[in-house]
């Protein structure tokens, strides 16, 4: 097959930091190829550095045959180069066709105007040809976390580009979507596009794609054919170190109910909501993704209303209107949506993972002092945050690192209840399995734990017990002895009775 892309030695260096190191990549026509590493590994930077977004300190790249060296984004697009980046990059207050051909509404202007007639049209046949279900006059900032993302992918696609690079495309896509996906990524290829596809799944790696580039620490490792290498070595790979079982879990005696939740209801969102949880024992919780696991979790925090129901916590009725509530009575919570809510990119590392959660909450009188800060440094070399200096902004770190230190404020705050959202959302495989083994000890220790997570792996590795959330209620809640994929994803479609049948 013929070689499209060539990234011959490429350096960039950081202040302190060498983020790329001689690093090799080779992309073929019509191939999807995994870029896969630890948080930090610097994958983005990879991609970046041949986008143009970064200068280089060193190294060739080739495309299409030739020596090129992009001024940035759009000169890459105009040579045949997008991008699907982690972070929605969308204009909230514009419609989705609008963002779609953003800079190229003049193929639907005539005598100075946009003819939205024809915009939407060709916009609804694009999406209509990727079997994507999206109104193309919706603005951007009614539509789903999930949605947006296809409206960016289907901007990548309607460049007609050669290579698409997306980076943890899903990362926020249900299961039915994340199929629909797949099959367009597919069919990409199949039509001649090359693929470059950054994930932490490997499941997903093993699925789609056809070569692994991995790297580590700023270098390049290995390429390898998906069908060269099973997960234990790529594993190995990626850490650099056998990590035998990544979920440790002791079975151990656990105490009086610390969470009680009764009828908790909200109205559209979740309904008659009831489960306890012990001290010391892990409850998960699985579902469909908008199934309304994540919406009852931020109601017991405090973050959003409910309407009716009670929360008890050690027997006695707690009163939680916000999350400041929440912390007073012991509880903790890692929101999904991390990043967002939990980072506060004008502050350093060593701030950021010493704050409490939200930034009204340092007036409650926050100090930090030596033993802290020991603290602190401890947590960062437990959960190997790859960073140069405590005392560089956040924004400075890779996205995984940046919620390893958020997770890590969590764990510092030894809260008697802990409610985790998709903790490993976008974390590598070695820190996911640090963060399962922090898990382990917290609930030796007689911490209560809630985990919300849409990896089955995981919820199947960690939890005594699992309940599975449709559409606002909770369908089940059952004993982790035994229990298989299938089973609960029965229970998540609502299924189960015709498969016992
Ligand atoms: N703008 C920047 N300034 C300083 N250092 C940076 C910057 N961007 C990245 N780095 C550093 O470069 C290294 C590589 O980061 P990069 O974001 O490429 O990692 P990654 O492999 O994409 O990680 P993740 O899986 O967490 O997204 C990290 O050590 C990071 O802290």
Known sequence: METILEMKKITKIFPGVRALDEVDFNLRKGEIHALIGENGA??????????????????????????VNFKGPNDALHAGISMIHQEISLVQTMSAAENIW??????????????????MHETRELCGRLGIQIDPAATVETLSVANMQLVELVRAV?????????????????????????????DLAAQGTSIIFISHKLEEIFEICDR????????????????????????????????????????????????????????????????????????GFCGLMGAGRSEIMRAIFGIDPYDSGEILINGKKAVIKNPQDAI?????????????????????IKTNMSLPFLPQLSKMGFVYDAKER??????????????????????????????????????????????????????????????????????????????VSSEMPEILGMSDRIAVVREGEIVCIMENEGLEQQTLLAHAFGVANKISE
């Open 42 to 67: 610097g994958k983005s930077t990879l991609m970046k550095a041949l986008l143009g977004m970064y200068e280089i300190d060193g190294g060739e790249i080739w495309f299409k045959g030739k020596k």
């Open 102 to 119: 953003m800079g190229r509404t003049g193929r639907f202007t005539k005598m100075g105007i946009i003819d939205h007639k024809q915009l």
């Open 158 to 186: 309607s460049y007609n580009a050669d290579v698409i690079v997306m980076d943890e495309p899903t990362s926020a896509l249900t299961d039915a979507e994340i199929e629909l996906l797949y099959k367009i990524v597919r």
């Open 212 to 283: 692994i580039t991995i790297m580590r620490d700023g270098q390049y490792i290995d390429c390898r054919d998906t069908t060269d290498i099973d997960n234990d070595e790529l594993i190995k790979l990626i850490a650099g170190r056998e990590i035998n079982n990544i979920y440790t879990k002791d079975h151990f005696e656990k105490g009086d109910i610390a969470l009680e939740v009764k009828n908790l209801s909200s109205t559209g969102t979740f309904r008659n909501i009831s489960f306890a949880v012990r001290k010391g024992e892990i409850l």
């Open 328 to 348: 007073k009575n012991g509880i903790g919570m890692v929101t999904e949506d991390r990043l967002r809510q939990g980072a506060i990119h004008s502050l350093d």
């Open 374 to 451: 020991e603290q602190c440094e401890q947590m960062a070399k437990k959960m190997s945050v790859n960073m140069v200096s405590f005392a560089n902004n956040i924004g400075s770190l890779s996205g995984g690192n940046q919620q390893k230190v958020i997770i890590g404020r969590w764990l510092l705050m030894d809260p008697d209840i802990l409610i985790l959202d998709e903790p490993t959302r976008g974390i590598d495989v070695g820190a996911k399995s640090e963060i399962y083994k922090i898990m382990n000890d917290l609930a030796k220790q007689g911490m209560a734990i809630i985990m």
